[in-house]
C-alpha cells in the first residue's frame, strides 16, 4: 500500500516561510516524477512545484517561482517544499503527489496523493 505523510503545514504571516514535508512508503520512489499540489476555498486544485525522477528537473508554478524550492531525498523517501515570502494567496491545503511516469503540472498524471496540510497565510 502506497501511503503519503504530508507535515510542516500551519499559520503564518504575510513574508514567512514555512517547509513542507512528505513521507513515502510503499513505493519504488525514485522512479516517479513527484510533486505538491494545492487548492484554495472556492478554487481549483492546482500544481505548485513538481520535480521528476531524474533530477533536478523541476516545474514550478508562475506564480510561487522564485519563492518556492521543491526538492526530494530519495534514500529517505521524502519530498520536501520550502516556502518563503509566503503571501495571503498561499492559503490552501497542500497535496504531495506521486507514482507520475513524467514530470508534468497536470493531476490526472500523479496515481497516489496524500491527505494535505493546511497552510494559512495572514496579511
Known amino acids: 500500500e502506497v501511503q503519503l505523510q504530508a507535515s510542516g503545514g500551519g499559520s503564518v504571516e504575510a513574508g514567512g516561510s514555512l517547509r513542507l514535508s512528505c513521507a513515502a512508503s510503499?513505493?519504488?520512489?525514485?522512479?516517479?516524477?513527484i510533486g505538491w499540489f494545492r487548492q484554495a476555498p472556492g478554487k481549483e486544485r492546482e500544481a505548485v512545484a513538481c520535480i521528476g525522477g531524474d533530477v533536478p528537473s523541476t516545474y514550478y508554478s508562475d506564480s510561487v517561482k522564485g519563492r518556492f524550492t521543491v526538492s526530494r531525498d530519495n534514500a529517505k523517501k521524502m519530498l520536501y517544499l520550502q516556502m518563503n515570502s509566503l503571501e495571503p494567496a498561499d492559503t490552501a491545503v497542500y497535496y504531495c503527489?506521486?507514482?507520475?511516469?513524467?514530470?508534468?503540472?497536470?493531476?490526472?498524471?500523479?496515481?497516489?496523493w496524500g491527505q494535505g496540510t493546511l497552510v494559512t497565510v495572514s496579511s
Open positions: 503527489v506521486t507514482g507520475g511516469s513524467r514530470l508534468t503540472s497536470a493531476s490526472t498524471a500523479y496515481r497516489y
Open positions: 510503499g513505493i519504488s520512489f525514485d522512479d516517479y516524477a
